[in-house]
């Protein structure tokens, strides 16, 4: 990610928060990327047969969907990283996926 994520801020911290992430801005396939590759430095003893996958979602704020941003390494593949945009359900959506929820309960 662009910086660390914290749950609570105060103004003036959140501004230097806000401030470091965009001295260090990252896409999502990026953030897996750099996740993959440091656990593969830090672990190097694993074997060449190990797998390893590292997958984020971004919740993206500006947008109508998220980005979700997946690397795996592993036997049958070296190194690979992808993105892809991820829809969010609408409103309807989730209020008959919940109505359903209720029905299937008998409530």
Not at 15 to 29: K, S, T
Not at 51 to 58: C, D, M, P, S, T
Not at 76 to 88: D, G, L, N
Request: with cysteine; proline share 5%; net charge negative.
């Amino acid at each position: 990610m662009s910086s660390p994520i914290y749950e609570l801020l105060k103004r003036p911290d959140e501004l230097f928060v806000v401030e470091h992430a965009h001295l260090q801005p990252r896409f999502v396939e990026d953030s897996v990327r750099i996740s993959l590759q440091s656990t593969l430095e830090r672990y190097a003893e694993l074997d060449d047969d190990d797998f390893v996958l590292a997958r984020q979602l971004n919740f993206e704020t500006i947008h109508s969907h998220d980005v979700a941003g997946r690397a795996l390494a592993g036997p049958s593949v070296s190194f690979a990283a992808s993105c892809t945009t991820v829809s969010r359900p609408t409103a309807a959506h989730r209020a008959t996926a919940s109505g359903s929820r209720r029905s299937a309960a008998g409530t």
